[in-house]
Each structure stands twice: as C-alpha cells, then as structure tokens.
C-alpha cells in the first residue's frame, strides 16, 4: 500500500474568494522524483503552468553574472516572482524545488497568500535509502549543464524537516502515477 499522510484538510493561507488559482509546491531531497511526479502531474491534467527552479538557477549560473558567491537564493527569488505573475493569470502552478528550510517554505506561503491561490503543499521523500542512493547515482539530467549532487552531497545538504506539508508522500511505496493522482486529488478536495 502506498504510503501517503495528508497532514492538512484546509488550506492554511488567506484565500481570496476572486482568486480561483492553485498553487502546488513540490519539494523534497534530490532524487526523491520530483521531475518524474511533476512529468506525470503535467500528463494527467493539461493546463498546469509548470516552474522549475533547476532550470531557473542553471540559466543563472549559465548567465556567468552570478559571481564567486553563485546563485544562492537568487533562484528561488526569480521562481518567487515568475510564479506571483502566472497565478494572476493561471488557474494552476506547479512549482518544483528543493524546498530544503523555513524561510523558503514561508516565502511560498506568502506567494500564495499575495495572489489569493490555494497552497497545496508536497513532499517527497524515499524511504528505501538503497533505492534512494541508486536513483541519485543513475539519474539522468535533462537541464543542459546541470550538475546534480552525488549520493554524500545529498546526504549532507541541509534540509529540514518538513512538518508543515500538506501531503507527505513515500517514493519508495508508490509509482509516480500514484502520487500525482494523489495530488491531483489533494488539490482539488
């Protein structure tokens, strides 16, 4: 049986009641399957806008304006921005990033509060660690020159607990049709 916890019924932000958009946030460690969940949320409901901050931050890096500090959060700032703009015009937002601490979860929760969408909240995680370290060490990068963390840089990559997401869902217990279904489902109960 597929491991899934749906922490939260209720959105938590302020919803507009002009606003009839969505946002989901997909976070979680690398090669838990975000691009795989995202490719098939993408598949089984046509019209989701969808936003990467991997492909946002490598054309920063690719930009050479970063400087020796790199991009830093400057990713997640653009994302923040792009995503405030197409849920103003776009019924559902798919975001996927890291999502690693508070501030950027918060940051989230803010722009969906801003534009009076509905947040929905995801994680992945893989709780098969031999499973998780094979994906990490056999994945294949579809952002040209993105260079993905090994098994040890994903291990030692700060990341906090997640406590606060409205869906945990367990990449090691399901298929990726499984967990966009159930997402797609959270969404739109």
Same mark, same amino acid.
Request: with cysteine.
């Given at each position: 049986?597929?491991h899934i916890w749906?922490?939260?019924a209720?959105?938590?932000?302020k ?21 795989? $969940?995202?490719?098939e *949320? %993408? #598949? ?6 969808y936003?990467r /901050?991997d492909? !946002? ?19 997640y700032?653009?994302?923040?921005? $792009?995503?405030?703009? *197409? %849920? #103003? ?8 990033? /890291?999502?690693? !601490? ?8 803010n722009?969906a ?19 998780? #370290? ?6 294949s ?15 030692t990559r700060?990341?906090?607990?997640w ?19 159930a997402i ?6």
């Amino acid at each position: 049986m597929p491991h899934i916890w749906l922490k939260h019924a209720v959105p938590r932000t302020k919803v507009n009641t002009m606003s009839n958009s969505h946002l989901i946030v997909l976070g979680g460690l690398p090669a838990t399957g975000k691009s795989t $969940v995202s490719s098939e *949320l %993408l #598949r089984q409901h046509a019209g989701i806008a969808y936003v990467r /901050v991997d492909s !946002i931050e490598q054309a920063l890096r690719d930009s050479d304006e970063m400087g020796d500090s790199g991009v830093q959060g400057s990713g997640y700032l653009a994302a923040y921005a $792009v995503v405030r703009d *197409l %849920l #103003r015009s776009i019924q559902v937002v798919l975001v996927e990033c /890291v999502n690693p !601490i508070a501030s950027t979860r918060h940051a989230w929760r803010n722009v969906a509060r801003s534009t009076g969408a509905r947040l929905l909240e995801v994680e992945l995680f893989c709780s098969d660690a031999l499973e998780h #370290r094979a994906r990490a060490e056999s994945r294949s990068v579809d952002i040209p020159g993105l260079k993905v963390p090994n098994w040890e840089q994903i291990q030692t990559r700060e990341y906090v607990p997640w406590t606060t997401a409205d869906l945990s869902l367990d990449t090691a217990t399901m298929q990726p049709s499984e967990a966009a279904t159930a997402i797609l489902t959270a969404l739109l109960s």
